[in-house]
């Protein structure tokens, strides 16, 4: 029985630990697509007068 409980404990640090790595690496892509954004955009000066 203290097996079984070891384990599934086990099992959930490990499925968390996959899961906070997913999220970092989805807040990574993100973060890098919001600063292309940024470079990517004309400054507000420009746009007013064009």
Request: net charge positive; no cysteine; aromatic share 6%.
């Amino acid at each position: 029985m203290a097996f079984r409980k070891a384990l599934k404990h086990t099992v959930l640090i490990g499925g968390g630990a996959a899961a906070t790595f997913l999220g970092l690496s989805q807040l990574i892509e993100y973060k890098k697509t919001q600063v292309n954004d940024l470079q990517n955009e004309q400054p507000v000066a420009s746009r007013l007068n064009p």
